[in-house]
């Protein structure tokens, strides 16, 4: 299989780089960048010289198409949807890691980022979350790869939202988040000394996967859902934890919630559930495409946990499962590391 | 003024000597420590060689009650409570920052801890808030000097309390805390390389600050208060961030909330209400005694959020202040550095 | 291949069980600890439970050479040589990760450690560098596997010394290591908030791993060489660079220390010789096998830098590599993952 | 005193404000950003905005010439020449953070950085190292505030040179910086993620920083001088620690050379030798003036180890040193606080 990753250098790019790296079925046959065009990948990541021994070419829609069977397309939200359509067009599977073909209405799009220039393309675009989208995901010519705090928040709310076992109006999400999050950008904000020994809310109530996740949740639960929705950047380069408090419709006791996660994600490749106390930590996913999940339960409170690498499950590691199951492909391919611990 | 600093060589201890070695009307008389009895303070941290030229000594509150006549006891939890009732007795005045006489009920103490061994003393002991019991503090012998988490959660519910704005029931407390929270005890998740690059909950809803929490805000409201309590461990050495989620009672303007703030607090010296969007950020407080706050609100919810210094307003910064305020001394002497940033 | 790892759960029995478990050829049988023993591996580190499924065991060797072909020797230095004889007798191989049988003379080991138990095997033991000693550790019974400081000094200066190119006398290495070095014992210099934003030096010019240091590069030169050796602790978790200062004898020019390089080190698959100007930077190891090289020269100056994981190329990663090669297996079997990055 | 602190949003004019703000002979009148002009400087920095409540204002000389009469130019290299030669010439004092009148040979600045614009000027900057040029500084109109690195290396190479005891062709100094000595300007090295979890040197043997050291340590040796030099970053916000070697001309005991560096330096008040085995650490220095300062020896060998905080004793602070120095006052005046620790 022949794949072009148009965005290659930014942390989604470059997480796809060492992934599809040691893919048996995988030839990398394009690697795009504007800032760094003509140079090879290994100036700029020395690291993956070896493993990548291409030029970086500007981006141009053409010749991606004509060099490549499958497109990740790692850009910034807004860019995608400019080269996307083009790519569908000519027959290619799409994997798109931005925010541009996650909503389904236009007009939601336009509120939290600008005007949509693909609508039309919005209907075929399928949501990349395997654990609730499979089967439509096999048979998709794009996905849209889904967000990492979405991510994170949808896997432990899916079996309580499936059986109506929550008042939708309780779900608080306060989710936490490593600072490649924000990518390679150069921002203040994004500074080593800005993030060092700090820990900061941002877009509290107001962030941009916010109604990614009503919409999934919304979708999930088969009625209007609009959480309380609060990331945090904690000083760590990879890694998400998401704390999710719900209020049960009546009581349930913790044996039974157990017995319920465990029939819809025992057979999940990459989703853990954590024994007994043992609650999430992201050291634990670091590098992994899993998310680990736990609970803890009084009364009719329970706190959720989920744990997942941003870079992976968040994003490159999805991206590649969505991949698998689009190539039918043992969707664990490629994706069977071990974390890096300490 | 002659000070003792009863454990003086955990992470509360140094505090104290980092800020009463600049208190102009302090004269630090004796620093007691088990471990490294027998030693200049200097051979443990040889940073604070100069600042404090005195030999470790073992505890002995005979010793200890002779030499000096304000005791701060930063002793492990238990510890605390076999040598307080002695220096009372004595007529000392005790600042103690163990969890020994923040509970007023043995029993509520027994079943979190152990058996109260001087439970008589508790009616005697002063909840060390300045903010809501500075009067009472101003004349107290016996100072409970509050927790970490206890005080960020405190500050920026407590208006919203006294006006009785909000569901009890509805108050979740998710809140963030640096790694020097956990003392200079030698355990495994202490380590750097169990704590670097990753962050966890631990805890939840089972943290032994909950009882304090819950018996203040029920003191506060005049009411019974159990709320959710969540901590997660944050990669940095200091700084705790509380994202503190409550439902209004009824609708009730930004304005509005502005201004109730602005009249439990504009007079305080230690806390600060940040202006409009700007969030608290830990690394702004570093350091320093102050307590940051500001809210966003969607509707009727509102998320509270809150950043201390764990080590400075969250134990031994706020110890200074109480004090200051029993010794009738401006609330602010020694206490008025600006954060080390970045 | 049956393989035991004996001190599974400390930090290179832990990046042992990371790299063996993706291995095609081995077979883990027995994992053992005193700690944890009769708890499973997943007890310790959850992230590992499906990767482990075993119960640690306490460290019996007539068991453990029942289970296992190929034994891993994981454990604190002086407890290794204990074991290691019983092993050898029954015909095990065995790659000792201590430095227990580093050095050819006991009397160097009793000065630095203690009194050696077993120097009847000295001779025995092959010291595990591949790159200067890869056909004795083909036939190898007892490797030695060196130690990360020896590792990321040796390379470097390996093809200078090979061509008597530099003054021995000259030679100062400047070490610097993440924190995972010092393994996962509870000590106070540990933990994250003694380490954490900060830096210094520690056994300087008189570091354990000076004589094994010395030993090898005097082997490599045919020449008695002692250096000056000073490592310093990074607040990072893996990773280690050396910053090496030599003297040339007389004058070369870049052009000929780059072929003299490549010609050592061309066909290496864990050497990486970076481009003109490119410095190593750790994390483009982390988590790998490869030591990355450059160098700068001014006048007769030159100073060599490389760049291990500590962890990987510096203990467990160059413990599979020997595996491999006394296995008769392709050399960088399980070994070839790309960093994890950013 | 009247002080304006030009290019006030940089680390080290943040710095400044620290340390201005606590200054009891000091009023800060003017703050100057182009990039902030017309914010409050609390906008930029909001933790400090009760300690200035100040607007910020582009730089125009003029202006600030009016509103003080002690200048900070804590401006980019380039920038400052611009602008000291008018302030000179209204008779103010500048203290200028800058390199552009460090170096007394306008040559070798321009084959560093760029033609100098006011190379008369240079002959009436003083170096502004209080410990070997504090008679002049006094005197002085313009200080030149010297480097972080070479502070910490010409501070403990000093009292060698001045009695003549090493070989100054010996002189390697392996310096490790934190990353704020980049400063706060968006470059991809200072991003979060970047620097986080590893470790590096850059600029070996062709640092900026050489001239300036080599310029000083020759004037201290009466000699000409010109070390190895190689700068590292550590992933930590503030601090600077050199490890210097260098070689005894003849045997010299370690007591002798004990008595020699507390023959310079105990009157010191910014100069701490530590005591026997114990060597330098950053963070026992963070925020403070200090430099504290130990070594180690073997044969003719001697390792000297610096650390200071690159923002104070490395800038800032030692530029309120000097003013302190060049108005007549206590030179620790603002300048004696503890370091923040853990």
Known sequence: MKVAIVGATGYTGLELIRILSGHPEVKITAVTSERYAGQPYGAVYPAMHQAVPMILEPLNAETIAEKA?????????????????????????????????RLSDPKVYEKWYQEHTAPELLPNAVYGLPETNRTRIKKAHIVANPGCYPTSILLPLMP???????????????????????????????????????????????????????????????????????????????????????????????????????????????????????????????????????????????VLFSAIDNLTKGASGQAVQNMNLMMGLDEQTSLSCLPVLP
């Open 69 to 101: 069977d499958i497109i990740f397309t790692a850009l910034p939200h807004k860019e995608a949807m400019a080269v996307v359509p083009y790519f569908y067009r000519q027959g290619k599977k799409v994997i798109d890691l931005s925010a541009d073909f």
């Open 160 to 302: 309580l939202l499936k059986e109506d076992l929550i008042t939708p109006a309780s779900i608080i999400a306060d989710s936490k988040s490593g600072v490649s999050g924000a990518g390679r950008a150069l921002k203040t904000g994004s500074l080593y000394c800005e993030v060092s020994d700090g820990f900061k809310a941002y877009g509290a109530l107001q962030h941009r996967h916010q109604p990614e996740i009503d919409e999934q949740l919304s979708c999930i639960a088969s009625k209007n859902i609009s959480i309380s929705f609060v990331p945090h950047l904690v000083p760590m380069n990879r890694g998400m934890l998401s704390s999710i408090y719900v209020t049960l419709k009546k009581s349930i006791d913790t044996p039974m919630l157990n017995k319920l996660f465990t029939k819809y994600y025992k057979k999940e490749p990459f989703v853990r559930l954590l024994p007994d106390d043992t609650l999430p930590q992201t050291s634990w996913v670091r590098g992994t495409n899993y998310c680990d999940i736990n609970f803890v339960k009084k009364g009719k409170r329970i």
